[in-house]
């Protein structure tokens, strides 16, 4: 995974979406778009001021809010309260169970800032995919991250060729990363460099999967709608890199 880094300046490319004098998209006709500001509870005019690299410039941003110990203090109840009718949610995040990798908390979002779909291994089945197709196509999502995590205990799983119960059909899952990847020391949990070179691998080979299972989402990608990317999470920095 690449460092951290910004496409471009966030302000800038708020400042280009909210110049905008409307916005019309395949969920929910035309509307004037509000300026986004950090903590600003999401609506349906925020959510079309924001276009799929200005909602990944927010994620970059909550995160190293978060990594940096200065995430926003926000009034919970008082988005309850907001968005209480109706969700206009900006981004989509697909990431683990793991307890600690949770996507609100990692990317300094609120309530009604993110769709998140979590299973073990960060993958996606029939189920998610629908999901991230109902988010993207009709509630508007501007971008799907594909979130891993070091340290993963799928992925030691994977590596390890674990059987017990359901989890076996979901380890089978994460194997063609294990598969993909190579190297000259033990290809077992014990190989942290191992462990941590399939994560990557299993990353990238979702959001790939994305691509191929869903023609829907692939199509809105190729029209410039929404953007598909993985990302990595440290669990001992608390960093995101990209």
Known sequence: MKSLTFIRPLALSLMLASALASA?????????????????????????????????????????????????????????????????????VVSCIDSRSAPELVFDQGIGDLFTARVAGNTVNEDILGSLEYAAKVAGSRVIVVLGHSQCGAIKGACDDVKLGNLTGLIDKLKPAVEATKTDGERNSKNHEFVQKVADENVHLTVQKIRDMSPILKEMEDEGKIKIVGAMYDVGTGKVSW
């Open 24 to 92: 019309s998209d395949d969920h929910g006709g035309t509307v004037k778009p509000e300026p986004y500001a950090v903590g600003k509870t999401m609506t349906k005019a925020v959510q079309a001021s924001i276009t799929p690299s200005a909602a990944l410039d927010i994620l970059k941003a909550g995160n190293l809010r978060f990594a940096s110990n200065k995430s926003i203090k926000r009034n919970y109840k008082k988005q309850v309260t907001q968005t209480g009718l109706g969700q206009y949610p900006f981004a989509s």
